[in-house]
């Protein structure tokens, strides 16, 4: 799944399991982490804009080094060291990682039925097992594009009951700013529909 998903995936675990705004930016950070092998990718395309020989770093090692037992455990540790409450936020993070994992298995094929991005669960030390699911949903595809959507809809209600949202894991100010409108807006939907509230 695409990023943005995997984040608001993590942020609605996160802000519903932790009391602290250091844990929830924490966890819901842990959950977009794996996708930092993906960052090659980067490379790859400096490398053709500047006519340098070809890389292929993206495609080499995402889903390599941080899509798995390793990753997992790493990103859990690096988070549990810098929580306020460090075993949960290392367990939340486990469980991010994991749902990350079972995202990309389930919604991360390219646009052809045979461009599928498998996990090696043990990677980076070995290639073996290799997870891999043939019936896997394009990325672009409209499971991915119904669940996204859905999430967005949800990071956008919780704020009203929690009173903070996804823009915190961003920026504390910012964040006061959004929860504000939304405030703003969920009132002015409410004296539409209810006048007599």
């Known amino acids: 799944m695409a990023p943005e998903t995997h984040l608001l995936i993590s942020w609605l675990i996160a802000a519903k399991t932790t009391d602290h705004p250091r844990d929830c930016r924490l966890v819901t950070l842990a959950g977009l982490a794996p996708d930092a092998d993906g960052l090659g990718l980067i490379l790859d395309l ?18 390599y080094y941080l899509h798995g037992l390793f990753g997992a455990a790493l990103i859990a540790g690096v988070s549990a060291a810098m929580a306020r409450r460090r075993v949960r936020v290392a367990l939340l993070a486990l469980v991010v990682v994991h749902l990350h994992l079972l995202c990309d298995l389930l919604g991360s094929r390219g646009p052809s039925s045979v461009d599928l991005w498998p996990i090696f669960y043990y990677g980076p030390f070995a290639r073996d097992p290799m997870w891999l699911w043939k019936g896997q949903w394009r990325l672009d595809g409209w499971q991915n594009r119904l669940i996204s959507v859905t999430l967005f809809g949800c990071a956008l209600w919780l704020p009203l009951q929690l009173g903070h949202s996804i823009v915190g894991v961003f920026s504390q100010r910012a964040d006061r700013a959004v929860v504000g409108v939304l405030r703003k807006w969920h009132d002015a939907f409410i004296a539409r529909v209810w006048p007599q509230r």
């Open 46 to 63: 400096a490398n053709n804009a500047l006519g340098r020989h070809p890389t292929q770093f993206y495609a080499q090692y995402h889903h």
